[in-house]
């Protein structure tokens, strides 16, 4: 039996003659049928969102590219817990997560929720990573956009296979992610702008308007200042993820300790010294630089000198960058 909020929010968009909302509600719904594994039904409920049907889009759909091809589904095994975010992070990303696993009390009160992301912040840390770990909380696929695949080079074309993504996305909870966002939601007025990526960014923000709450959109971008305004909008979090300061350098290293079982003993002054302006990417591949060298030395006991010599490595990689 369909869940009665859903069935009234259907009726009550039906009667309204709200061709938008009456399709919201029958999306929810075929997801929620396919989510009890009454696949027959959920099948029947979708003819009605095909095209030609009463509401749905007037989106153009080309034969190919299939859906599948125009997005990576990936199966998150990632977790929050897993990450090192400032607080203020961590706390809006379990919120999100909170409310999507108790979307129905929500719902029972006319409320919906949040679903939409905007993460900021240099390569490296952690924004596709926390993409990933929000897909893994919710126990959902990461559907991440593939631009090669979606820009085409017909006029029109690009828009449209947006659209497929979006519909597909649409057909059950999971979590779209767009990376390096600022490629497709630029800054409007930008002076190569032609009507066509102005036409796509418009269709794109319309259909993330347009997304059901159990679809979390996250976008992710490492150039903020060449988003529109329009896109800042949109996403009701903006989360920024900054490199490791030194509070959380130690913190990673001593999660890296419990981890591989090692002991570096490094003192937190010297690796501020040597590990300065590092992201957590690099952090990654210095303690992995490490644990090769002790697994080859064969002996535990060497890591703590192991990591002193790495870590003159790595003082001269971060004196090379500045
Ligand atoms: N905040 C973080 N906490 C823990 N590990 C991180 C963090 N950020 C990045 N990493 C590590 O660095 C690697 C690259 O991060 P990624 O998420 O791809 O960064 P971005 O998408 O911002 O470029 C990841 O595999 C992850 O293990
Ligand atoms: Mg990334």
Known sequence: ??????????????????????????????ADERGRQH?????????????????????????????????DEIHPERSLADLVLPPEVQQVCS????????????????????HAVLLLGPPGNGKTSLAEAIGGELAVPLLRVRYDAVVGSFLGETASRLGRVFDHARTRQCVLFFDEFDAVGKERGDEHETGEIKRVVNSLLMQIDSLPSYV???AASNHPELLDRAV?????????????????????????????????????????????????????????DI?????????DAKARS?????????????????
């Open 1 to 30: 039996m369909p869940r009665s909020d859903l069935l009234l929010s259907l009726v009550k968009a039906g009667s309204k003659g709200d061709g938008p909302g009456f399709r919201r509600s029958l999306e929810a719904l075929v």
């Open 39 to 71: 696949h027959v039904v959920a099948k029947q409920l979708e003819q009605y969102l095909a095209p030609g049907a009463p509401a749905a889009a007037a989106t153009t759909r080309p034969i190919s590219p299939t859906p599948e091809a125009l997005v």
């Open 95 to 114: 919120e999100i997560v909170e409310e999507q696993h108790r979307s129905e009390l929500l719902r029972s009160h006319g409320l919906e929720p949040r």
């Open 216 to 218: 979390v959109v996250v």
């Open 232 to 288: 800042w909008r949109r996403f009701q979090v903006r989360a920024q993820l900054p490199p490791p300061g030194p509070a959380e350098v130690a913190r990673w290293i001593q999660r890296f300790e419990e981890r591989s079982g090692l002991k570096l003993h490094l003192g937190d002054k010297s690796l501020e010294a040597h590990l300065h302006g590092v992201s957590y990417a690099e952090l990654e591949e210095f303690c992995l």
């Open 291 to 299: 644990h090769r060298r002790v697994v080859l030395a064969g002996a």
């Open 306 to 322: 192991i990591a002193r010599t790495v870590l003159k490595q790595w003082s001269s990689r971060a004196a090379a960058r500045e």
